[in-house]
T-cell receptor, first 112, second 114 residues
Framework: KQEVTQIPAALSVPEGENLVLNCSFT??????LQWFRQDPGKGLTSLLL?????REQTSGRLNASLDKSSGRSTLYIAASQPGDSATYLC???????????FGKGITLSVRP | DGGITQSPKYLFRKEGQNVTLSCEQN?????MYWYRQDPGQGLRLIYY???????QKGDIAEGYSVSREKKESFPLTVTSAQKNPTAFYLC?????????????FGAGSRLTVL
C-alpha cells in the first residue's frame, strides 16, 4: 500500500528565503506525482505535475523534482513571499487511471 | 468560466439526518471524485466515477452514497450510518487519458453535525 509522507508538518520562514518542501513515498512504481496548494478553507489548486519519466518541472518561482528510485520529490520555492503562505500537499498516482494517494501536507508561513 | 461548483459551502446537520452535497462540473471531464479532509490529515477518497452510471468505492465509502446520472454531476449523500461526518468535503474531476490527468478541485463543502 502506497504511503506518502511530508515532514515537517509546519514551517515558518522569513520573506525572501529560498525553501524546499519534501515529499517521500514508499512504492517507487508511480505513474506521476502532483503538488497542490491549499489556502485555508479552500479547495486544492494544482501547482505542478511530474510524470514518472520526468526529473523536474518548473513554473515561475516553483520547481518540483522527482527521484523515483529513492521515493522522493521536492518542491523548491524561490524568493518566498507572504502570499506563498498556504498548505502544500503532494500526491502520487500508481497507474494511469488509478487513485491519488495524498500526503498530509506542509503548512507554510512566510513572515514579512 | 470552466470549473467545479460545490454547494452548499457550509452545512449543518442534526444527528440521524441524511444530507446531500452537490458537485457540478462544466469541464467535460470524464472522472469525478469525492474526498474527505480532516484537520491535519491528508485527503481520503470516498467514491469515484469514471463514466456515467458507474462508480467505485474509495478507501472510506462506508456511510456514504453517490450517483452519476449525468456526466456533469456527482452528488454525495452523507447518511446517518456515517458515525463521524463532521469534515471538509472536496469534489474533484479529471480527464481520463494517459499523460496529464491533472485533478481540478472545487472549493469544498464544510459539514458540521450538531
Amino acid at each position: 500500500k502506497q504511503e506518502v509522507t511530508q515532514i515537517p508538518a509546519a514551517l515558518s520562514v522569513p520573506e525572501g528565503e529560498n525553501l524546499v518542501l519534501n515529499c517521500s513515498f514508499t512504492d517507487s512504481a508511480i505513474y506521476n506525482l502532483q503538488w497542490f496548494r491549499q489556502d485555508p478553507g479552500k479547495g486544492l489548486t494544482s501547482l505542478l505535475l511530474i510524470q514518472s519519466s520526468q526529473r523536474e518541472q518548473t513554473s515561475g518561482r516553483l520547481n518540483a523534482s522527482l527521484d523515483k528510485s529513492s521515493g522522493r520529490s521536492t518542491l523548491y520555492i524561490a524568493a518566498s513571499q507572504p502570499g506563498d503562505s498556504a498548505t502544500y500537499l503532494c500526491a502520487v498516482r500508481g497507474g494511469a487511471n488509478s487513485k491519488l494517494t495524498f500526503g498530509k501536507g506542509i503548512t507554510l508561513s512566510v513572515r514579512p | 468560466d470552466g470549473g467545479i461548483t460545490q454547494s452548499p459551502k457550509y452545512l449543518f446537520r442534526k444527528e440521524g439526518q441524511n444530507v446531500t452535497l452537490s458537485c457540478e462540473q462544466n469541464l467535460n471531464h470524464d472522472a469525478m471524485y469525492w474526498y474527505r479532509q480532516d484537520p491535519g490529515q491528508g485527503l481520503r477518497l470516498i467514491y469515484y466515477s469514471q463514466i456515467v452510471n458507474d462508480f467505485q468505492k474509495g478507501d472510506i465509502a462506508e456511510g456514504y452514497s453517490v450517483s452519476r446520472e449525468k456526466k456533469e454531476s456527482f452528488p454525495l449523500t452523507v447518511t446517518s450510518a456515517q458515525k463521524n461526518p463532521t469534515a471538509f468535503y472536496l469534489c474533484a474531476s479529471s480527464i481520463l487519458s494517459s499523460g496529464a490527468n491533472v485533478l481540478t478541485f472545487g472549493a469544498g463543502s464544510r459539514l458540521t453535525v450538531l
